[in-house]
T-cell receptor
Framework: DGGITQSPKYLFRKEGQNVTLSCEQNLNHDAMYWYRQDPGQGLRLIYYSQIVNDFQKGDIAEGYSVSREKKESFPLTVTSAQKNPTAFYLC??????????????FGSGTRLTVV | SQKIEQNSEALNIQEGKTATLTCNYTNYSPAYLQWYRQDPGRGPVFLLLIRENEKEKRKERLKVTFDTTLKQSLFHITASQPADSATYLCALDNQGGKLIFGQGTELSVKP
């Protein structure tokens, strides 16, 4: 079955620590995205990538970093510079940026908690 | 400023009734609008897409309308069932192909 796999499902971070969230897709999609979801708020875009070795900042990129070395993979690192990292993180993909007619496919999310 | 607003209060309805959820937006000119379903602790699942030149779209018990003059989309679930209970998100494209999401409306269908 094609889809997006996010891991781990739950992650705990200590103060001052960097953590990396994994996102892998086998849908052959060019575009991938990272969103953050907080209670009562819509999904907010952190970073997105249209193609391998290219990525762009979204609305709330500060304190985060990404890489896109392979088409299938788009890991997100939450750095110690992110002051309020506790949230539900969602990875998504789409055929190509701007292609109308298809929705995004989302992973099942990673819940990050600062301890 | 640009905003997408959905009913912030949960919608509670009786099984068999039609649920109607609202999505309003300001200062956007989207080419299309999408609706997603999200269950607790899970990622959103794509349901329907409607383009700016389409007034209405249907899929089984789901119906979406899109009024670009009112800047509003309505999402209807007819003959609702307890299994339809979830949070429903609207999303629109921000002219660059990226989706901007509303905060979602929680629907609860009681037997």
């Amino acid at each position: 079955d094609g889809g997006i796999t996010q891991s781990p499902k739950y992650l705990f971070r200590k103060e001052g620590q960097n953590v990396t969230l994994s996102c892998e897709q086998n849908l052959n999609h060019d575009a991938m995205y990272w969103y953050r979801q907080d209670p009562g708020q819509g999904l907010r875009l952190i970073y997105y990538s249209q193609i391998v070795n290219d990525f762009q900042k979204g609305d709330i990129a500060e304190g985060y970093s990404v890489s896109r070395e392979k088409k299938e993979s788009f890991p997100l690192t939450v750095t110690s510079a992110q002051k309020n990292p506790t949230a539900f993180y969602l990875c998504a993909s789409s055929i190509r940026l701007g292609v109308v007619g298809y929705g995004y496919t989302f992973g099942s999310g990673t819940r990050l908690t600062v301890v | 400023s640009q905003k997408i607003e959905q009913n912030s209060e949960a919608l509670n309805i009786q099984e068999g009734k039609t649920a109607t959820l609202t999505c309003n937006y300001t200062n956007y000119s989207p080419a299309y609008l999408q609706w997603y379903r999200q269950d607790p602790g899970r990622g959103p699942v794509f349901l329907l897409l409607i383009r700016e030149n389409e007034k209405e779209k249907r899929k089984e018990r789901l119906k979406v309308t899109f009024d670009t003059t009112l800047k509003q989309s309505l999402f209807h679930i007819t003959a609702s069932q307890p299994a339809d209970s979830a949070t429903y998100l609207c999303a629109l494209d921000n002219q660059g192909g990226k989706l901007i999401f509303g905060q979602g409306t929680e629907l609860s269908v009681k037997p």
